[in-house]
């Protein structure tokens, strides 16, 4: 009965390769978020979606193209990887109406080699 | 963009002390909340204080709002080695759903 889930948890994979993120959560919400974690632990918000509408586009490179298929699915998706892709990519959703509370996947943790 | 700065960045307790950290922000806010990261896991969402409440309290958690100072702390009384993690400040200035995430500190807590 999870919550908020993401696939997979760890991504290794060669620069220049295009790789998928996936994220669904079962909690009703209508609003879901990628986020991208640095080595610092900065937290970045990156996409948000609501209602299967982008309504936060932060300036992210355009190799990064996020895709809702329905209020329960946001994935990424990242072309021609580069090192600094490099990161812990978490996904996160909460309700539209009220106070924001959000709810977190555990994290997919990105390695470009 | 504001964004919350805790402060201090690193904080080493023994179990049983209170632990205590600090968020400062620069705009006006509709609430601002507290998350806990524990290692390799995804940020857990503790408690909220909106604009117009001055205190909070949950549990062990007790969370102060001063928005003449743009300021906020979070107390974790009666620590355990359970509450070792990093904790983040977020901001809700309304609009677009979107929260702004502080650095975050680490708190450890030694059994």
């Known amino acids: 009965d999870t919550a908020v889930s993401q696939t997979p948890k760890y991504l290794v994979t060669q620069m220049g390769n295009d790789k998928s993120i996936k994220c669904e959560q079962n909690?009703?919400?209508?609003?879901m978020y990628w986020y991208k974690q640095d080595s610092k632990k900065f937290l970045k918000i990156m996409f948000s979606?609501?209602?299967?509408?982008?309504?936060i586009n932060e300036t992210v490179p355009n190799r990064f193209s996020p895709k809702s298929p329905d209020k329960a699915h946001l994935n990424l998706h990242i072309n021609s990887l580069e090192l600094g892709d490099s990161a812990v990519y978490f996904c996160?959703?909460?309700?539209?109406?009220?106070?924001?509370?959000?709810?977190f996947g555990p994290g997919t943790r990105l390695t470009v080699l | 963009s504001q964004q919350g700065e805790e402060d201090p960045q690193a904080l080493s307790i023994q179990e049983g002390e209170n632990a205590t950290m600090n968020c400062s922000y620069k705009?006006?806010?509709?609430?601002l909340q507290w998350y806990r990261q524990n290692s390799g896991r995804g940020l857990v969402h503790l408690i909220l204080?909106?604009?117009?409440?001055r205190e909070k309290h949950s549990g062990r958690l007790r969370v102060t709002l001063d928005t003449s100072k743009k300021s906020s702390s979070l107390l974790i009384t009666a620590s355990r080695a359970a509450d070792t993690a990093s904790y983040f400040c977020?901001?809700?200035?309304?609009?677009?759903?979107?929260?702004?995430f502080g650095k975050g500190n680490q708190v450890v807590v030694i059994p």
């Open positions: 996160a959703s909460s309700r539209s109406d009220g106070p924001n509370e959000q709810f």
């Open positions: 909690l009703g919400h209508d609003t």
């Open positions: 979606y609501n209602n299967k509408e982008l309504i």
């Open positions: 705009t006006s806010i509709n609430n």
């Open positions: 204080i909106r604009s117009n409440e």
């Open positions: 977020a901001t809700d200035a309304g609009g677009n759903n979107r929260l702004a």
